[in-house]
């Protein structure tokens, strides 16, 4: 089971995590980074967690 956190308070609606996940999980939404996808299908990359300049995301497996 992933959970995928973002801290809204960190998160500067940059979209790179948009950008970075191959699955598309991630909108902008009022810029602020939001899942708008299935959390069931993250591949456990890690890519939006290592590319967010704020460190907002954290996936827990
Ligand atoms: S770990 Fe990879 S697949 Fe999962 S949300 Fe992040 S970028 Fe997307
Ligand atoms: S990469 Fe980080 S700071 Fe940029 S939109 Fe995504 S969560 Fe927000």
């Keep these: 089971m992933v959970k995928i956190e973002i801290d809204n308070e960190k ?7 948009v950008n970075a996940c191959p699955v598309s999980l991630y909108e902008i939404v ?7 996808g ?3 299908d993250c ?9 967010c300049p704020a460190g907002a995301i954290t996936i827990t497996e």
């Design 43 to 51: 591949v456990l990359c890690r890519a939006c967690e290592t590319t």
């Design 38 to 40: 299935n959390v069931n």
């Design 30 to 36: 009022d810029g602020k980074s939001k899942v708008t």
């Design 11 to 17: 998160c500067i609606g940059c979209g790179a995590c």
